[in-house]
């Protein structure tokens, strides 16, 4: 695992540089996506960082792509800034830039990773308290998510929690240990075993991170076509093996976040979860009328909109089954024993492979009868014509035809 994660620090190539990338584009179109708790028209900003070493700043650029290219309307590229070896002050006023644009319906991200202390986060250029960070938080209207990968960022959930704020950063599982990553002398780990950016690498990694990925809304949120920071949060703790121990007792790599937002805060657009992106409610065709025991077969079929493999969940009205994925508009073949008489209703829907599902479909059958005996021609003319021989009836328990 320390390799993977050293290899986090490996410089990222060739990548345009900071003050192209924070030139403000004037001609660039912003869509205000609409808000789905609040109702009101949301623009999201973000500013990103990272010190100490070249690699760091990996974290920055990722943040960069996974917010433009998963959603540009949304996530402009003059609405993101990034800053690398560089001082508080321009960070600052970057910070306070985006301070000036931003109204109560919007959402910023602040991301840093470096050096820090259980006082504030540090650079090559100088020191800045949580105290001076929490003031320059204190100044936004709409809401701000602080993502913080540094010794002692678990000290910031104390220090800078608040309304309409969320905090994620790694920390201690145990309360008596100390947030702090240093040695017992007190002397800092040397770089190559700095892994503290491991974490937001799952949030922002252009394959897997949470920022691209739908499962975050459709297996561990609502469904609703958002990845929320609580939704990647969860899906984040949950999918990756976080070690209780990294270097010693003292630095742990469990995350912790503090939620003041009420509802879900609404970070990416993954997809519209609408009736046309649902699969087609599915067909049904199979026998109606049926005899216990003997297996009958049913033929399903569904089409998804955008030809994504389907599954389809079937209630036999006794047990249920799921079956697939198969490819979209492919027929399948599903074959049920019903053991007891009775009417029954069988039931299907199909979902599709981000968890969009159909209306049920429907289709009712009959099972009147329970055949313990072989059907032969012979066998068939008695049953028919049981009103002749009621003593034959009454022995195999058999209703006379009327």
Not at 298 to 316: G, H, L
């Amino acid at each position: 695992m320390v390799f993977t994660i050293v290899g986090l620090f490996i410089g990222v190539g060739v990548v345009p540089s900071i003050a192209d990338i924070n030139e403000i584009n004037q001609n660039s179109k912003i869509i205000p996506i609409t808000n789905v708790e609040s109702g009101g028209d949301v623009e999201r900003w973000a500013i990103a960082m990272g010190f100490a070493f070249d690699g760091i700043m990996k974290d920055a650029y990722c943040l960069r792509d996974i917010l433009h290219n998963n959603t540009p309307e949304i996530w402009p590229l003059d609405h993101i800034k990034l800053y690398s070896h560089d001082s508080w002050d321009n960070i600052i006023e970057g910070l306070r830039w985006i301070e000036s644009q931003e109204d109560s319906n919007d959402i910023t991200i602040w991301q840093s990773a470096g050096h820090g202390n259980p006082e504030g986060l540090a650079s090559e250029n100088g020191f800045i308290s949580y105290a001076d960070l929490d003031i320059e938080f204190d100044k936004f209207d709409g809401f701000l998510l602080i993502m913080i990968c540094a010794c002692g960022s678990c000290n910031a959930h104390t220090k800078l929690a608040g309304e309409n704020r969320i905090i994620i950063t790694g920390r201690s599982p145990i309360d008596s240990l100390s947030c702090a990553c240093q040695r017992n002398d007190k002397s800092h780990y040397p770089a190559s075993s700095s892994l503290w950016t491991y974490f937001i690498m799952h949030f922002v990694h252009p394959s897997y991170g949470a920022w691209g990925n739908e499962i975050c809304d459709s297996v561990y949120g609502n469904n609703d076509g958002w990845v929320s920071a609580e939704e990647a949060f969860t899906y984040v703790e949950d999918s990756f093996e976080w070690p209780d121990e990294i270097w010693n007792n003292w630095c742990y790599a469990h995350l912790y976040m503090t939620d003041g937002v009420p509802g879900n805060l609404n970070i990416t657009f993954i997809q519209e979860n609408n009736q046309s992106e649902t699969p087609s409610t599915p067909s049904i065709e199979g026998p109606l009328y049926g005899e216990t025991g003997k297996t009958y077969s049913y033929n399903i079929r569904s089409i998804d909109p955008e030809d994504d493999d389907v599954s389809y969940i079937i209630d036999w009205g006794d047990t249920q089954e799921e079956l697939g994925p198969n490819p979209s508009g492919e027929t399948v073949t599903a074959n049920h024993i019903w053991s007891e008489q009775g009417i029954y209703t069988i039931q299907v829907k199909a979902k599709d492979i981000h968890n969009f599902e159909s209306d049920w479909a429907t289709l009712e059958v009959s099972m009147p009868k329970t055949k313990p005996y072989a059907d032969t021609p012979f066998l068939r003319f008695l049953e028919n014509h049981l009103h002749l021989f009621p003593l034959l009836r009454l022995l195999i328990n058999l209703p006379a035809k009327i």
